[in-house]
């Protein structure tokens, strides 16, 4: 059982900033990738930017922004928001796909946080 907690949402201006932060306890497997969703109402929820736990560059989805940034302390990942805009506005969600030794593979996601980004 992995538990992920996010916290770092809530309501902005634009041109505003805000950090989002997931830290993940648990059964965190020998190797996993924490990562970074969000969905805007009415929209699928969409891929932002992963890390693994080993090291490595992140990998970008489409739906990444420049003004992202997203960075990862052990078992803490953090997205780095600048110059919000009103499209960013959405439920943002942490996730991680974790591996174990013996081969399987099992994913969690946090409840999700709401950022607010008024024009």
């Known amino acids: 059982q992995v538990q992920l907690v996010e916290s770092g949402g809530g309501s902005v201006q634009a041109g505003g900033s805000l950090t989002l932060s997931c830290v993940a306890s648990g059964n965190l497997g020998t190797s996993n990738t924490m990562s970074w969703f969000r969905q805007s109402d009415g929209a699928q929820r969409r891929e932002l930017v992963a890390?693994?736990?080993?090291?490595?560059s992140a990998v970008y989805g489409q739906s990444m922004e420049d003004r992202f940034t997203i960075s990862r302390d052990d078992a803490t990942v953090k997205l780095d928001m600048t110059n919000l805009k009103p499209e960013d506005t959405a439920v943002y969600y942490c996730?991680?796909?974790?591996?174990?030794?013996?081969?399987?593979?099992?994913?969690?996601w946090g409840q999700g946080i709401q950022v607010n980004v008024s024009s």
């Open positions: 996730k991680i796909d974790a591996w174990a030794t013996h081969g399987s593979a099992y994913e969690f």
């Open positions: 890390l693994m736990s080993n090291g490595g």
